[in-house]
């Protein structure tokens, strides 16, 4: 069993930044991504950014540029750097372990889910 827990979330304005953090417990198997997904009020879960544990990453178009996802194997911490913060990223963030190469951001084909943290960008 894997369990996840987010931290980082918060309020800032537009344009500002945050550093999400996903501390991983459990049982990992060797060959896997761990993902940031994130859901707004009204819309389906969306892939944000995934790593796979050789280091291989996938990005969405929409914060191509702006995020980037990390890991510290050495802590079993997941990381999402956020800059250039927009309204439009206002979500509840998750974290995820799972996924697959075929569709990395594809967020069904995750098993573990943590609670999610709120981000809110305000204009």
């Known amino acids: 069993q894997v369990q996840l827990v987010e931290s980082g979330g918060g309020s800032v304005q537009a344009g500002g930044s945050l550093r999400l953090s996903c501390a991983a417990s459990?049982?990992?198997?060797?060959?896997?991504?761990m993902g940031w997904f994130r859901q707004a009020p009204g819309k389906e879960r969306e892939g944000v950014a995934a790593?796979?544990?050789?280091?291989?990453?996938s990005n969405a178009d929409s914060v191509k540029g702006r995020f980037t996802i990390s890991k510290d194997n050495a802590k079993n911490t997941l990381y999402l750097q956020m800059n250039s913060l927009k309204p439009e990223d206002t979500a509840m963030y998750y974290c995820?372990?799972?996924?697959?190469?075929?569709?990395?951001?594809?967020?069904?084909?995750?098993?573990?889910w943590g609670q999610g943290t709120q981000v809110t960008v305000s204009s």
């Open positions: 459990g049982y990992i198997y060797s060959n896997y991504w």
């Open positions: 995820a372990a799972g996924g697959s190469w075929v569709r990395p951001l594809r967020w069904r084909e995750y098993s573990y």
């Open positions: 790593i796979h544990s050789d280091g291989t990453t």
